[in-house]
């Protein structure tokens, strides 16, 4: 379940006190093993859980596509991925193990050379802005709790074609690009609309899959801003109100 009730207080100005029944959205401990080996213990949403290994291990750089899985095992909120040892891309061993907290810019470095670039992809202003105000219709944890981030796979119309919602906006873009990759969705026709912060990592993410264009409700920072350019991605912040930036 994504979310619990609890009893809380609510107190509201002039010193008004009342106890009302409230949602709040669960975290869980999500661990991955690779081959047997531990990978990443993730703080996240308990729900579409080989989405969000299969989508990490794709906007890691580890694999190239979801043919590079043999196989995934779930238990409970362990995850047991299968990868053949010669595809590769990168070496899981620098990461593992280790706990990654729902926001984690505090863990993110300075980005390797980009081996894949983004396609080509023509989208209409309004198309971006019809798929941003459509998100929040698509987030019922959000209703209920007002505690998740989510991304969303669009097509050239800016209809959203999967939604993914997660605490943590890292996951919530793995989730989506793992459930549209499992779907055989082609990542470098469409683009992704999100409602965190556009920075290096989440930049990188997108990059790594081939997305051409890269949108949100908020803003970048200047890493976001450089990893775009250096990836051919467009970048595209403040998508509210009518209006957004375009950055790269």
């Known amino acids: 379940m994504p979310y619990v009730y609890r009893r809380i207080l609510r107190v509201s100005r002039g010193g008004r006190v009342e106890e009302v029944r409230d949602a709040l959205a669960v975290e869980s401990l999500i661990e991955i093993l690779l081959n047997g080996e531990p990978y990443l213990t993730l703080l996240a949403t ?34 047991e991925v299968e990868v053949a040892r010669d595809r590769f891309r990168g070496s899981p061993l620098r990461r593992r193990g280790r706990v990654v907290p729902p926001s984690c810019d505090a863990l993110e470095i300075p980005t390797p050379p980009l081996e894949k670039r983004a396609g080509e992809l023509e ?23 007002g505690c998740t981030h989510a991304a969303a796979i669009a097509d050239k119309s800016g209809e959203l074609v999967y939604v993914a919602e997660d605490i943590g906006r890292h996951n919530a873009i793995d989730k989506v690009v793992g459930l549209g990759a499992l779907s055989g969705l082609k990542l470098d026709v469409v683009f992704l609309a999100v409602t965190g912060r556009l920075t ?8 790594r899959v ?6 949100s409700l908020s803003a970048p920072t200047l890493g976001g801003i450089e990893v775009a350019e250096r990836a051919r991605v467009t970048l595209v912040g403040f998508a509210r109100g009518g ?5 790269t």
């Not at 989208?123 to 709790?145: C, G, N």
């Not at 290096?200 to 990059?207: E, M």
């Not at 081939?210 to 949108?215: A, E, I, Q, R």
């Not at 209006?243 to 950055?247: H, K």
């Open 243 to 247: 209006r957004f930036n375009v950055y």
């Open 200 to 207: 290096s990592l989440v930049v990188l993410k997108a990059a």
């Open 46 to 79: 308990p729900r579409m859980l080989r989405e969000l290994a299969v989508g990490n291990l794709l906007t890691s750089g580890l694999v190239e596509s979801v043919d590079d899985i043999d196989e995934i095992s779930i238990t409970g909120s362990r995850i």
């Open 123 to 145: 989208v209409e202003p309004e198309a971006i802005l019809r798929a941003l105000e459509d998100l929040y219709s698509k987030m019922p944890i959000f209703q209920k709790t």
């Open 210 to 215: 081939g997305v051409p264009l890269l949108v």
